[in-house]
């Protein structure tokens, strides 16, 4: 920014005029700034006009779905993750039942263009580089969704600007900046969320930009329908992916710093207006934005009423609401002496032994019992054959002879007869915990140790133990440690099966398992005929806010659970200089590819501008701490208030990622990218202009008008626009190849394409030194 000549003294408060304090725009004030209109050059004051505006925003959109929508039909192969979220679409044609770490409400709308484009949702979307031709898929029809909301990204980036006070260069500058990225494009033109998620993100910042405009009509309908519009876009970006939350959490920064300053005894006389501001923010920003969020669970229920590939990661209760679900027509009640086999829940393995014994010793030197193996094994085989043996007097027959929650049983391992025990020996694989072995059934010595008292999941007392539903837990009666697995295997003394130990939590949540089926009941007989003939079992209900909330709670789990390596993950500090991207997508033979990259110019010119945003806060700090104020007060509180809340967004959708052990993408920053546009728009007009566009905020009918002034951004506005167009433009069309995966491109080319050498592109030529003869 120019300088004005010399440093502006602070001007004591009492100084001041004494305004109504609640009647002033206290966050863009001014002081009497005199402009000569005719001093404007006359192409800026031309673009000003409301005319010019709207021929800029047309052909931003019109550029924007054209770059989004070329070669849309190219590949016609799965890509990337096109493999879980075409997949999901297909689910809810079918109405089968399946579990994902992110909200519903984009995958919804992908379900709902793949029906409308008349997909049957018979295909599976299993492995990138299927072919949707040669399977019929219209798959353009579901890239076209995220095509377009990523098109309209970019006019609503253009509204964001205009609205908090900027000119149309400088709208249509940020916008430029999301319309020739690489990386938005890429993203927008394939079956993926981000697109859904960053749409309505820049709605959300949208809505909560125009109510902000209305505080002086506070409480008026417009007030009022922008304050629920911000309510109803938050819900939708949260909706559309887990990491939508970081949205709400930005608007709940920006509504805790707003009602800070209502509760100022300047502005409000009495408490009753700050609780009336208070109370229509809880309504418009968490009473209707969750009651929106629950709906899109409530629909994504409703449309997947059968069995699907999900039912195993829910609780029983929950898989008896599916229509076809295999615990729901094939659940049994568990009677003692029946022989049955057991499956834990999350590695699916058998409880299993056979003759084979523990070595003395461990190769860590530790002594075992040598007491008969006792692991975990995949597959079926007769050693996975457990009796249920009761340890109290039963009746000869009737209902008495069922197994139930929190009774002592013991488990006969019927190939061997021997049962099942724990004692205080280390297990093989961890010290920490208790070995499991077996004892002969007719040696009473080590009675106690061989009693294990049955825990079922969620049960009232006395509920019967059934197969496929009854999850359980198995806790020795003595030592207290529930029955455990874990995926390490053991050594080959043990066949490179799964350690079964004592854990010594007996809550523990993981060491959950299930009767995969009962084999056989005391008389040898098949059990099924013992029920006789059923009617057909018709699905059971449960209540919806259990559902919802049983679902929320494994999000979380399985979204924190995702912590294993990926070739293409990289860590946030990298991000904002684009030092890695991912491969979304191949093809041998023509070389081709397409790789998650964004645009260099763009994404480091905003790394630039939040430098000097910082900076220039920073800056502004030290100089007022001196009484000097060189930025004039309108300026500044703009570059508080308006750039500051755009810095707010940008750092919410960035920093929780530092804090998170799970895999990570560059694809995660491109919310915070579209907030460091915003920034870089802003951080320009501050460079380029001393004044800015005020009043903006719609006035209240009894306040003193302001004079207005706008910002003077000269011919030089326009130029660096152009010129950064091009710059922008020049880059895109070099990494086109990337994004679009056409035209091949031969090694030595890839090779050009590799502008960072941490770029992981495929097909590039080996370079080769020469040999002198």
Same mark, same amino acid.
């Given at each position: ?32 700034? /005199? ?31 054209? +770059? ?30 399946? $579990? ?18 008349? $997909? ?35 006019? %609503? ?66 007030? $009022? ?26 608007? !709940? ?24 501001? $208070? ?21 994504? /229920? ?5 069995? !699907?590939?999900?039912?195993?990661? *829910? ?96 488990? +006969? ?101 299930? %009767? ?25 209900? *449960? ?17 924190? !659970? ?81 750039? !500051?809340?755009?810095?707010? %967004? ?14 990570? /993408? ?36 009894? *306040? ?18 152009? +010129? ?50």
């Amino acid at each position: 920014m120019a300088s004005t000549g010399k440093l502006r003294q602070r001007v004591p408060v009492s100084a001041r005029p004494n305004f109504e304090y609640d009647r002033i725009q206290e966050e863009e004030h001014t002081d009497d700034v /005199f402009q000569n209109p005719n001093k404007r050059h006359p192409i800026e004051k031309i673009l000003e006009t409301d005319n010019a505006s709207v021929v800029v925003v047309a052909v931003l959109t019109a550029l924007a779905f054209a +770059l989004r929508f070329y070669k849309i039909n190219h590949p016609d192969q799965v890509v990337f993750d096109e493999v879980h979220f075409g997949k999901f679409a297909s689910y809810y044609i079918l109405g089968e039942y399946y $579990f994902d770490v992110h909200p519903p409400f984009a995958k919804l709308l992908f379900g709902l263009a793949g029906w409308f484009s008349g $997909f049957d949702g018979h295909f599976q979307f299993e492995n990138i580089g299927d072919s949707y031709t040669q399977n019929h898929v219209p798959y353009v029809g579901m890239r076209a969704l995220p095509a377009i909301l990523g098109s309209l990204t970019v006019p %609503v980036v253009y509204a964001i600007m205009k609205q908090s006070g900027y000119s149309t260069v400088i709208a249509a500058f940020s916008a430029a900046i999301i319309l020739f990225d690489n990386a938005h494009i890429a993203q927008s033109r394939l079956i993926l969320l981000d697109a859904t998620l960053i749409f309505f993100m820049s709605l959300t910042i949208y809505a909560y930009v125009r109510f902000q405009k209305l505080r002086y009509r506070e409480f008026t309908t417009e007030w $009022f329908g922008w304050l629920f519009a911000t309510g109803f876009f938050m819900a939708c970006t949260w909706g559309s992916k887990v990491n939508g939350v970081l949205t709400v959490a930005t608007v !709940g920064v920006a509504v805790l710093i707003d009602l800070w300053g209502i509760l100022d005894y300047k502005r409000s006389t009495s408490m009753d207006y700050f609780w009336k501001h $208070f109370a229509a923010r809880a309504i418009g920003l968490i009473v209707i934005p969750f009651t929106i969020y629950l709906s899109f669970f409530w629909v994504h /229920f409703a449309l997947l009423p059968t069995s !699907g590939t999900g039912d195993s990661f *829910m609780s029983p209760a929950f898989q008896e609401t599916l229509a076809g679900n295999e615990m729901l027509l094939s659940a049994q009640e568990i009677r003692y002496y029946d022989t049955v086999t057991m499956r834990h829940k999350d590695s699916k393995v058998y409880l299993h032994s056979h003759v084979e014994r523990y070595p003395l010793k461990y190769d860590d030197g530790r002594i075992s019992s040598q007491g008969q193996q006792v692991t975990g094994y995949a597959h079926a085989d007769e050693n996975n054959n457990w009796q249920i043996i009761p340890t109290k007097a039963l009746p000869e027959t009737g209902r008495g002879r069922i197994v139930r929650h929190n009774d002592m049983i013991q488990l +006969l391992h019927v190939n061997t007869n021997t049962v099942l025990l724990t004692h205080d020996v280390a297990s093989p694989l961890m010290p920490t915990n208790q070995e499991f072995t077996t004892w002969p059934r007719d040696d009473t010595s080590r009675f106690n140790e061989t009693l294990f008292q049955l825990s079922l999941i969620d049960a009232h007392d006395g509920e019967a133990w059934k197969s496929k539903s009854g999850y359980f837990r198995l806790v020795h009666g003595q030592t207290r440690v529930s029955m455990w697995t874990h995926s390490k295997q053991l050594p080959e003394w043990a066949f490179r099966q799964q350690e079964i130990n004592g854990n010594k939590n007996p809550t523990e949540k993981t060491a959950t398992w299930f %009767v995969e089926d009962i084999i056989a009941d005391e008389t040898g007989e098949d059990p099924k005929e013992r029920t006789g003939h059923q009617p057909p079992k018709v699905p059971k209900k *449960m209540n919806f806010f259990r559902k919802f909330g049983e679902l929320q709670l494994l999000m979380l789990q399985h979204n924190a !659970g995702l912590t294993a390596s990926h070739p293409y993950a990289s860590g946030p500090l990298n991000w904002p200089f684009l030092i890695a991207g991912i491969s979304f997508w191949t093809e041998n033979d023509p070389q081709k590819q397409i790789y998650l990259i964004g645009n260099l110019v763009g994404w480091w010119t905003c790394v630039v501008a939040l430098s000097i945003y910082v900076g220039i806060l920073g800056a502004d700090l030290l100089s007022r701490r001196r009484n000097s104020e060189p930025i004039p007060e309108p300026v500044r509180n703009r570059l508080w208030n308006s750039a !500051g809340f755009f810095f707010v %967004v940008w750092a919410v959708h960035y920093a929780p990622f530092f804090l998170m052990n799970r895999q990570l /993408f560059i694809h995660h920053y491109l919310a915070s990218h579209l907030a460091s546009a915003l920034i870089a728009g802003a951080v320009l007009q501050f460079i380029l202009s001393e004044t800015i566009n005020h009043p903006i905020s719609v006035e209240a009918p009894t *306040m003193r008008r302001h004079k207005r002034q706008y910002a003077d951004i000269g011919l030089k506005g326009p130029i660096i626009f152009v +010129l950064f167009c091009i710059a922008m433009f020049s880059m895109f069309v070099f990494l086109a190849p990337l994004t679009y995966g056409t035209p091949g491109l031969t090694g030595d080319q890839v090779n050009s394409k590799r502008l960072l050498s941490s770029w992981t592109l495929h097909f590039a030529a080996k370079k080769t030194a020469e040999v002198v003869q």
